[in-house]
């Protein structure tokens, strides 16, 4: 899977707008850009993924640049609940032979100050 | 979304013994994934666990040291063998969802003296 880059740390304030950024330069055509957090002391939980679109979910929303070399996660309105690590991660399907797999970078630590 | 179960939360372990973390999962799902989390680092896959087959390891996993077994759609284990203070380390299971997405246990906590 190709390489993501991420910002070690970011932080908002509570009920402010959040944009975590991702690049992936190297992106292929056929990967999706898939973001999970991972809340203090749990395991990872999915949040939202696409491949061209925008997206959007009850959770957050995904921008994604036109070259798709670059993608941003926003949360709308930062809760306390929202200070987690958020991983970006790039799922391709090259033969099917790493059909599930993910491979977790470093992500970004969001901190959210009341 | 899958429910799932780690057992157990947490153990502390003497060097040189075996821990088998048990993980459950509340519906039948074809592809479950083992992942490790050393202290302060991010999640690192150790194999993927389909029933029917065999384990399959990633690059610096051996099945000697991390054997697996998937039973059926909804249990799987993982021995962590011969323990090390190295070891010391978060265990979390994942099961594939729709979309390829992933559904994560809250992981096991192992500390090896």
């Known amino acids: 899977d190709a390489k993501t880059t991420q910002p070690n740390s970011m932080e908002s304030n509570e009920e402010e707008p959040v944009h975590l950024p991702c690049n992936h330069s190297t992106i292929s055509g056929t990967d999706y850009i898939h973001w999970y957090r991972q809340l203090p002391s749990q395991g990872p939980e999915y949040v939202i993924h696409?491949?061209?679109s925008n997206v959007n979910n009850r959770m957050a929303s995904l921008a994604i640049a036109e070259d798709r070399k670059s993608s941003t996660l926003i949360l709308h309105r930062a809760t306390l609940r929202d200070a987690a690590v958020y991983y970006c991660?790039?799922?391709?399907?090259?033969?099917?032979?790493?059909?599930?797999?993910?491979?977790f970078g470093r992500g970004t630590q969001l901190t959210v100050w009341p | 979304s899958a429910v799932i179960s780690q057992k157990p939360s947490r153990d502390i372990c003497q060097r040189g013994t075996s821990l088998t973390i048990q993980c459950q999962v509340d519906s039948q799902v074809t592809m479950m994934f083992w992942y490790r989390q050393q202290p302060g680092q991010s999640l690192t896959l150790i194999a993927t666990a389909n029933q029917g087959s065999e384990a399959t390891y990633e690059s610096g996993f051996v099945i000697d040291k991390f054997p697996i077994s998937r039973p059926n759609l909804t249990f799987s284990t993982l021995t962590v063998s011969n323990m090390s203070p190295e070891d010391s380390s978060i265990y979390l299971c994942?099961?594939?969802?729709?979309?390829?997405?992933?559904?994560f246990g809250p992981g096991t906590r192992l500390t090896v003296l």
């Open positions: 994942s099961v594939a969802g729709v979309e390829d997405t992933q559904y």
């Open positions: 696409g491949l061209t």
């Open positions: 991660i790039l799922r391709g399907f090259r033969g099917g032979s790493t059909l599930g797999r993910l491979y």
